[in-house]
């Protein structure tokens, strides 16, 4: 079984800076790749950001230069730096990591989430 444990959610004003983290833990082959979404009250859940274990990123479109997301292959740690806050992303943000696992024999690719953590922007 895998684990996924964020952190770093809060209240900050507009302008302002928060960095989550998101780290995994567990029978963890490896990590192909991790992801940030988000989902607002009343909205459909969106993917933020993305990091393949090679290093390769991509963003969505409104928070393009203003979040960065990186990962410790080393650590199973995907972090997401959110520079220049706007009350609109204000969230419920997640953490998803794309694993290996490996069971005898064979292995294994699955989807994990974490419980999701709070991140409000008042104006």
């Known amino acids: 079984q895998v684990q996924l444990v964020e952190s770093g959610g809060g209240l900050v004003q507009a302008g302002g800076s928060l960095r989550l983290s998101c780290e995994a833990s567990g029978s963890i082959f490896s990590i192909n790749s991790m992801s940030w979404y988000r989902q607002a009250p009343g909205k459909q859940r969106e993917l933020v950001a993305f990091?393949?274990?090679?290093?390769?990123?991509n963003y969505l479109d409104s928070v393009k230069g203003r979040y960065t997301i990186s990962m410790d292959n080393a650590k199973n740690t995907v972090n997401l730096q959110m520079n220049s806050l706007k009350p609109e992303d204000t969230a419920v943000y997640y953490c998803?990591?794309?694993?290996?696992?490996?069971?005898?024999?064979?292995?294994?690719?699955?989807?994990?989430w974490g419980q999701g953590t709070q991140v409000t922007v008042s104006s």
């Open positions: 998803k990591a794309d694993v290996s696992t490996q069971a005898r024999s064979s292995m294994r690719r699955s989807d994990y």
């Open positions: 990091i393949t274990s090679g290093g390769y990123s």
